[in-house]
């Protein structure tokens, strides 16, 4: 009864570094998304993804890559961390043809 | 103008109190609405899912959709220091099309005792 998972929970890091968020879903679900929430900005959608293999681009995907090889799993790369993406990270999950999504407990990423 | 706005709040009420949460959009394609719910530090929940206009109620909490005047609202009926949190709302206009949510930035509630 999983469902969801993120890791690191936390995790402090220097700009100019690469650093790889983890998300992990038990449900079998085709659709992940990658979203970032900032006060002010509320939850932006970095990256989704429809299915193993496909991925697009969200609003704000500048800085960032991701890869799905498995259903269960899509992790976000930041290439070369940059202090404006501290932020708190959700990764999120439907099913097909729904439009309710699942969120993950977030990982918080402070980059120094 | 950004396309769903909602009030960030804060919004205080006493314990027992209705609350009034309220969004508005401007694409009227939109159909589908949806609040969820945001504790201190944790993952969105979903709370309320409700397709076209209409009212849909599930315990304390009713959602409400007037599309003629494009505004959704959640009414919490005898709120408890509990429903403390941040009530994101949510739409999408076309079924399955579920890349294309489109948020409100949230508003934060808190019930005192």
């Known amino acids: 009864d999983a469902g969801i998972t993120q890791s690191p929970r936390y995790k402090i890091t220097e700009t100019g570094r690469q650093v790889t968020l983890m998300c992990h879903q038990t449900w079998s679900h085709s659709y992940m998304f990658w979203y970032r929430q900032d006060l002010g900005h509320g939850l932006r959608l970095i990256y989704y993804s429809a299915a193993a293999d496909i991925t697009d681009k969200g609003e704000v995907p500048d800085g960032y890559v991701v890869s799905r090889s498995k259903t269960e799993n899509f992790p976000l790369t930041l290439e070369s961390a940059t202090r404006s993406q501290t932020s708190v990270y959700f990764c999120a999950s439907s099913a097909p043809k729904r439009e309710t999504q699942y969120f993950g407990p977030g990982t918080r990423l402070l980059v120094l | 103008q950004k396309e769903v706005e909602q009030d960030p709040g804060p919004l205080s009420v006493p314990e027992g109190a209705i609350v009034s949460l309220n969004c508005t959009y401007s694409?009227?394609?939109?159909?589908?609405f949806m609040w969820y719910r945001q504790y201190s530090r944790k993952g969105p929940e979903l709370l309320m899912y409700t397709y076209s206009s209409g009212n849909k109620e599930d315990g304390r909490f009713t959602a409400q959709v007037d599309k003629s005047s494009k505004y959704i609202s959640l009414f919490i009926r005898d709120s408890q220091p509990s429903d403390s949190a941040t009530y994101l709302c949510a739409m999408s206009a076309q079924a399955g099309n579920n890349r294309k949510l489109i948020w409100g930035l949230g508003t934060s509630l808190a019930v005192n005792p």
């Open positions: 694409n009227s394609a939109f159909q589908y």
